[in-house]
Protein backbone atom coordinates (compact mmCIF):
# COMPACT_ATOMS: atom_id res chain seq x y z
CA UNK A 1 0.00 0.00 0.00
CA UNK A 2 0.83 3.50 -0.06
CA UNK A 3 0.77 4.32 3.38
CA UNK A 4 2.14 3.53 6.99
CA UNK A 5 -0.17 -0.51 7.76
CA UNK A 6 -0.59 -1.33 11.36
CA UNK A 7 -2.24 -4.38 12.22
CA UNK A 8 -4.25 -5.28 14.21
CA UNK A 9 -6.50 -1.94 13.91
CA UNK A 10 -7.66 -3.28 17.44
CA UNK A 11 -6.46 -6.17 20.42
CA UNK A 12 -8.28 -6.84 22.95
CA UNK A 13 -6.54 -8.93 25.44
CA UNK A 14 -6.93 -9.92 29.36
CA UNK A 15 -4.12 -8.85 31.50
CA UNK A 16 -1.08 -10.98 31.93
CA UNK A 17 -0.88 -11.87 28.22
CA UNK A 18 1.93 -10.55 25.45
CA UNK A 19 0.93 -8.47 22.92
CA UNK A 20 2.58 -8.35 19.47
CA UNK A 21 2.13 -4.87 17.67
CA UNK A 22 3.07 -4.78 13.98
CA UNK A 23 4.31 -1.95 11.44
CA UNK A 24 4.51 -1.88 7.93
CA UNK A 25 6.40 1.46 6.92
CA UNK A 26 6.14 3.59 3.27
CA UNK A 27 8.37 1.54 1.28
CA UNK A 28 11.76 3.26 0.78
CA UNK A 29 11.60 4.84 4.19
CA UNK A 30 14.36 4.01 6.33
CA UNK A 31 13.44 5.43 9.28
CA UNK A 32 10.81 4.25 11.87
CA UNK A 33 8.80 5.37 15.12
CA UNK A 34 7.00 4.00 17.44
CA UNK A 35 4.20 6.33 19.69
CA UNK A 36 1.66 5.87 22.54
CA UNK A 37 -1.07 7.77 23.17
CA UNK A 38 -3.61 7.81 25.93
CA UNK A 39 -6.97 9.34 25.16
CA UNK A 40 -7.23 13.21 25.34
CA UNK A 41 -3.36 13.47 24.78
CA UNK A 42 -0.94 13.75 21.56
CA UNK A 43 1.62 10.68 20.80
CA UNK A 44 4.51 10.37 23.00
CA UNK A 45 7.26 8.77 21.51
CA UNK A 46 8.60 5.21 22.52
CA UNK A 47 11.37 4.63 20.16
CA UNK A 48 12.94 4.96 16.86
CA UNK A 49 14.76 2.92 13.96
CA UNK A 50 16.85 3.67 11.27
CA UNK A 51 16.98 0.95 9.10
CA UNK A 52 17.44 -1.84 11.35
CA UNK A 53 19.81 -0.01 14.24
CA UNK A 54 17.50 1.00 17.17
CA UNK A 55 18.65 4.53 17.54
CA UNK A 56 16.57 5.55 20.64
CA UNK A 57 14.57 3.57 22.85
CA UNK A 58 13.90 5.78 25.58
CA UNK A 59 10.82 6.74 25.47
CA UNK A 60 9.82 2.67 26.37
CA UNK A 61 7.96 2.98 29.66
CA UNK A 62 10.03 -0.31 31.17
CA UNK A 63 11.58 -3.56 30.29
CA UNK A 64 8.00 -5.22 28.83
CA UNK A 65 8.26 -2.98 26.28
CA UNK A 66 10.66 -3.94 23.19
CA UNK A 67 10.58 -3.44 19.54
CA UNK A 68 12.55 -4.62 16.64
CA UNK A 69 12.90 -3.95 13.23
CA UNK A 70 15.15 -7.05 12.05
CA UNK A 71 15.85 -6.45 8.00
CA UNK A 72 14.84 -2.74 7.99
CA UNK A 73 11.26 -2.66 7.00
CA UNK A 74 8.45 -4.54 8.97
CA UNK A 75 8.74 -3.63 12.79
CA UNK A 76 7.18 -5.36 15.40
CA UNK A 77 6.18 -3.84 18.94
CA UNK A 78 6.08 -5.96 22.09
CA UNK A 79 4.65 -6.15 25.23
CA UNK A 80 5.07 -8.92 27.46
CA UNK A 81 2.97 -9.25 30.64
CA UNK A 82 0.44 -6.26 29.98
CA UNK A 83 -1.13 -4.51 32.57
CA UNK A 84 -4.18 -2.47 32.43
CA UNK A 85 -2.18 0.77 32.13
CA UNK A 86 -0.87 -0.47 29.12
CA UNK A 87 -4.44 0.33 27.45
CA UNK A 88 -3.67 3.01 24.58
CA UNK A 89 -3.17 4.02 20.74
CA UNK A 90 0.25 2.84 19.61
CA UNK A 91 1.16 4.69 16.38
CA UNK A 92 3.81 4.01 14.40
CA UNK A 93 5.45 6.47 11.64
CA UNK A 94 7.69 6.18 8.89
CA UNK A 95 9.86 8.74 7.09
CA UNK A 96 12.92 9.20 4.27
CA UNK A 97 15.60 10.04 7.30
CA UNK A 98 15.55 10.74 10.46
CA UNK A 99 14.26 14.44 10.91
CA UNK A 100 12.05 14.30 7.44
CA UNK A 101 8.49 14.64 8.01
CA UNK A 102 7.02 11.74 9.56
CA UNK A 103 3.95 10.05 8.78
CA UNK A 104 1.86 7.53 10.66
CA UNK A 105 -0.42 5.17 9.93
CA UNK A 106 -4.16 4.20 11.40
CA UNK A 107 -2.90 3.37 14.52
CA UNK A 108 -3.41 -0.38 16.97
CA UNK A 109 -5.91 0.74 19.98
CA UNK A 110 -4.79 -1.89 22.20
CA UNK A 111 -7.33 -2.46 25.50
CA UNK A 112 -6.37 -4.88 28.62
CA UNK A 113 -9.34 -5.83 30.13
CA UNK B 1 3.46 17.07 25.39
CA UNK B 2 4.30 19.57 28.33
CA UNK B 3 6.05 21.69 26.25
CA UNK B 4 3.91 22.35 23.50
CA UNK B 5 0.65 23.75 24.62
CA UNK B 6 -3.13 24.17 22.85
CA UNK B 7 -6.20 25.71 23.73
CA UNK B 8 -8.30 22.08 23.99
CA UNK B 9 -11.08 23.28 21.91
CA UNK B 10 -12.38 26.01 19.03
CA UNK B 11 -16.04 25.92 17.44
CA UNK B 12 -16.27 27.84 14.19
CA UNK B 13 -19.08 28.30 11.23
CA UNK B 14 -19.01 26.97 8.26
CA UNK B 15 -17.32 28.87 5.68
CA UNK B 16 -15.46 31.15 8.51
CA UNK B 17 -11.28 31.46 8.58
CA UNK B 18 -10.33 29.21 11.75
CA UNK B 19 -6.93 29.77 13.66
CA UNK B 20 -5.79 27.08 15.89
CA UNK B 21 -3.20 28.67 18.35
CA UNK B 22 0.06 26.72 19.91
CA UNK B 23 2.96 27.43 22.36
CA UNK B 24 5.93 25.81 22.68
CA UNK B 25 8.80 26.32 25.23
CA UNK B 26 11.94 25.34 23.53
CA UNK B 27 13.93 28.08 21.30
CA UNK B 28 15.98 24.72 19.36
CA UNK B 29 13.17 23.83 17.74
CA UNK B 30 13.70 22.70 14.13
CA UNK B 31 10.82 22.23 12.49
CA UNK B 32 7.51 22.47 13.73
CA UNK B 33 4.50 20.71 12.52
CA UNK B 34 0.49 20.71 12.18
CA UNK B 35 -1.17 16.98 12.09
CA UNK B 36 -4.74 16.75 11.91
CA UNK B 37 -6.76 13.74 13.69
CA UNK B 38 -10.36 12.45 11.92
CA UNK B 39 -12.30 9.73 14.43
CA UNK B 40 -10.59 6.44 13.59
CA UNK B 41 -8.48 7.50 10.74
CA UNK B 42 -4.71 8.32 11.57
CA UNK B 43 -2.60 11.51 11.90
CA UNK B 44 -2.52 13.23 8.55
CA UNK B 45 0.86 15.92 8.36
CA UNK B 46 -1.22 18.79 7.04
CA UNK B 47 2.03 21.20 6.95
CA UNK B 48 5.34 22.14 8.47
CA UNK B 49 7.77 25.09 8.85
CA UNK B 50 11.14 25.09 9.33
CA UNK B 51 12.02 27.30 12.54
CA UNK B 52 13.91 29.97 10.60
CA UNK B 53 10.28 31.10 8.59
CA UNK B 54 7.91 33.38 9.23
CA UNK B 55 4.90 32.04 7.02
CA UNK B 56 4.01 29.10 4.94
CA UNK B 57 1.06 29.05 2.85
CA UNK B 58 -0.89 25.85 1.28
CA UNK B 59 -3.95 26.44 -0.63
CA UNK B 60 -6.26 27.16 2.35
CA UNK B 61 -3.52 26.30 4.78
CA UNK B 62 -1.69 29.27 6.40
CA UNK B 63 0.94 28.41 9.15
CA UNK B 64 2.39 31.41 11.14
CA UNK B 65 5.50 31.20 13.14
CA UNK B 66 6.30 34.14 15.67
CA UNK B 67 9.96 33.11 17.10
CA UNK B 68 10.13 35.55 19.71
CA UNK B 69 7.04 34.80 21.77
CA UNK B 70 7.36 30.98 20.55
CA UNK B 71 3.95 30.93 19.33
CA UNK B 72 2.57 28.79 15.98
CA UNK B 73 -1.13 29.30 14.27
CA UNK B 74 -2.84 27.44 11.46
CA UNK B 75 -5.26 29.61 9.78
CA UNK B 76 -8.04 27.61 7.81
CA UNK B 77 -9.56 29.53 5.26
CA UNK B 78 -12.97 28.93 4.45
CA UNK B 79 -13.79 25.78 7.05
CA UNK B 80 -15.81 22.99 5.85
CA UNK B 81 -17.32 20.25 7.61
CA UNK B 82 -15.05 17.88 7.14
CA UNK B 83 -12.28 20.13 8.64
CA UNK B 84 -13.60 19.05 12.02
CA UNK B 85 -11.39 16.61 13.42
CA UNK B 86 -8.69 17.19 16.53
CA UNK B 87 -5.69 19.42 15.17
CA UNK B 88 -1.66 18.86 16.47
CA UNK B 89 0.67 21.31 16.96
CA UNK B 90 4.41 19.08 17.13
CA UNK B 91 7.57 20.14 17.07
CA UNK B 92 11.51 18.39 16.38
CA UNK B 93 14.35 19.96 18.40
CA UNK B 94 17.70 20.04 17.18
CA UNK B 95 19.43 17.68 19.86
CA UNK B 96 17.11 15.03 18.69
CA UNK B 97 15.70 15.86 15.38
CA UNK B 98 13.87 12.57 14.89
CA UNK B 99 11.43 12.87 18.18
CA UNK B 100 8.25 14.71 17.47
CA UNK B 101 6.75 16.56 20.59
CA UNK B 102 2.99 16.73 20.76
CA UNK B 103 0.56 19.09 21.95
CA UNK B 104 -2.64 18.01 23.55
CA UNK B 105 -4.77 18.63 20.79
CA UNK B 106 -7.61 21.26 19.77
CA UNK B 107 -10.82 19.32 18.90
CA UNK B 108 -12.24 22.35 15.91
CA UNK B 109 -16.12 22.06 15.37
CA UNK B 110 -17.68 23.21 12.54
CA UNK B 111 -21.01 24.13 12.73
CA UNK B 112 -23.52 24.82 9.68
Known amino acids: GAGVSQSPRYKVTKRGQDVALRCDPI?????LYWYRQALGQGPEFLTYFNYEAQQDKSGLPNDRFSAERPEGSISTLTIQRTEQRDSAMYRC???????????FGDGTRLSIL | GEDVEQSLFLSVREGDSSVINCTYTDSSSTYLYWYKQEPGAGLQLLTYIFSNMDMKQDQRLTVLLNKKDKHLSLRIADTQTGDSAIYFCAETLRSNDYKLSFGAGTTVTVRA
Open chain 1, 27 to 31: SGHVS
Open chain 1, 93 to 103: ASSGQGGQPQH
